[in-house]
């Protein structure tokens, strides 16, 4: 029962994971600003990117794929599920369409849709490795780093200095469930 809890628990937060943006412009812009190396304008092409991107990849593929996109400091990362070559290459198109991207990232894999237990495992290994930073936060400043999980593979993605990026790929390639690092920063040495 408490491994059912725990499950509808990460189920809900990968449910509400896209709701955070809407809430966090609100009170918490100014801290979360405060803290990100990015400029207050580029913060909102990323939503922005990530919104339009994502609504036309739902247009033209709807429930054939399943697909992430992550986008920081106009990088987009696609993480997901498609089923063929031609698709992954379709979606990567739509993305590097979207007004001000400069570099996509596609990690699409050629696979089956992956299921609901498995995305409510990557919600939790993203959660632990997030929170593995802040019990490191002497190396570099967690919210430096943005962590995507899909499949047991991690991707980090900010812009950080190579010393941080070294600690947080660090950190996150010991915590429990990661089976692999991707690194997708951008170095500011």
């Given at each position: ?105 596609n990690e ?19 959660g632990d ?61």
């Amino acid at each position: 029962m408490r491994y059912l809890n725990y499950l509808l628990f990460a189920a809900l937060l990968a449910a509400l994971q896209g709701c955070f943006p809407v809430v966090a412009t609100g009170v918490g812009t100014g801290v979360l600003m405060a803290a990100d190396r990015r400029t207050t304008g580029t913060y909102i092409e990323d939503q922005e990117i990530e919104s339009k991107a994502s609504g036309r990849v739902a247009r033209e593929y709807h429930d054939k794929v399943h697909v992430n996109i992550t986008s920081f400091n106009r990088h987009v990362l696609v993480t997901g599920e498609v089923p063929d070559d031609a698709t992954r290459t379709g979606v990567e198109r739509i993305v590097a369409s979207v007004a001000n991207v400069k570099a996509v990232s596609n990690e699409l894999v050629i696979a089956g849709l992956s299921s609901l237990s498995s995305r409510g495992s990557d919600t939790v290994i993203t959660g632990d490795v997030k929170l593995r930073f802040l019990d490191n936060k002497n190396a570099f400043n967690p919210d430096h780093v943005k962590v995507v999980t899909e499949d047991g593979t991690v991707y980090l993605m900010g812009l950080v200095f190579h010393k941080e990026a070294d600690a947080a790929a660090e950190i996150a390639s010991t915590t429990s469930g990661v089976q692999r690092v991707v690194k997708v920063f951008e170095y500011l040495d």
